[in-house]
């Protein structure tokens, strides 16, 4: 326990994080992300009709099924490109992001009019890295998604492309779609992609690539994916990975599967449930697409923010002692920090270094930078430049107040792997 010291009541008091609880019963919660790929054909740039009414019948026979779906859905500047009569991706970023906001409009057009036939009410949730960053605001999205899903609702998210510059932008739809299941605690995210599944190599330049079934860990996969994606969209196996990483990590079981093929995501579920009944295991090889399994002690949601934790907005140097006391799950004190560095206020998520001196030899010194991991600060850059090397009880005196005796909170850090 961190003996609180000071009168003063906190000026920042923690958010609860209120993340969406999982599903009871047999109801699970999906997140399906649909690349461009699979929304908007590349020569043509209409819009995949047939495959999007397949979805669109797939979506409500999960619903049918009890489960909540949430889309994470590209294609705004695919449609964008068709009504603009456009034939290629623009250069410019601005350009790009006006193309989008064409095509976003269109593009939940297009599912109000699908999911409407089926009495299927469908939200949108325009998000950015930047707005995520900050707490509160993303909790505020995962109450908004929580309300969403309570109102029985479909939400459709993406990136708000219009405001987003390339320094706060997720760029590729799959990194979004896997914050998005640790948002809503997702029990599945189906990353729906042009191919059937995760190969050990490009199964269009080598026939002789394999299927991958299930990944049990990302880490000590040994397959070729440097291909890139297609033309109008950004991602590709790589980001898939990352994201199915990052899901995972959340405790969110990850399939690659092929989006021409909506109804696969069926098949898998139902062999999910035969598995589910004979097993409590969540591992099983799929007959199609590619299983990443959720990891068995998911990181809870705060810490698996802090760490995925979209922009750090700041470093913080600790010495030796800090450093090693971080390690044993200690909480981060003033009296630690040597130095500060980037503007950024409280409850904000930062880098917490080890800068040292190292003897070379010959008299010569080296600076040595370790990451020791990242936290969620409860004191902004200027108030942390006055307080370094203080001890708990003269915070007060330096400040004239005092919002907690530590200046991250051992609940509040993460350390680095
Ligand atoms: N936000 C962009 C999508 C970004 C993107 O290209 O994603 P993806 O097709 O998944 O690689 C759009 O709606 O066009």
Known sequence: ?????????????????????RAPGSGLTLVIKLGTSSIVNEKTLFPKMSTLSLLIETVHEMRLMGHRVIIVSSGAVGMGLKRLNMTKRPQTLSQVQAVAAVGQGRLMALYDDLFGQLDIPIAQVLLTKDTLAERSQYLNACNTFKELLNFNTV?????????SNSEIRFGDNDTLSAITAGMVNADYLFLCTDVECLYTDNPRTNPDAKAVRLVEDIASLKVQVSSPGSSLGTGGMVTKLIAA?????????????????????????DEMAAHHHDSPSTKFEPSVGTLFVRKPNPMVDRKWWILHGLADRGCVYVDEGAANAL?????LFAAGIVDVEGVFGGDQTVKVVWKREVDVGDGKKETRIEEIGKGLVNYGSSEIARIKGC???EIHVVLGYVDSDCVIHRDNFVLAK
Do not use: F, Q, W
């Open 155 to 163: 939400p459709i998210v993406n990136e708000n492309d219009t405001v």
């Open 391 to 393: 001890k708990s009880y």
């Open 1 to 21: 326990m961190d003996t609180h010291i000071g009168a003063a009541a906190p000026k920042n008091p923690r958010v609860v994080p209120t993340a969406v609880p």
């Open 327 to 331: 390690r044993k799950k200690t909480s």
């Open 245 to 269: 990483e990052l899901a995972t990590a959340a405790g969110c079981s990850t399939i690659i599967t092929i989006g021409s093929d909506p109804k696969r995501m069926l098949t898998i579920l």
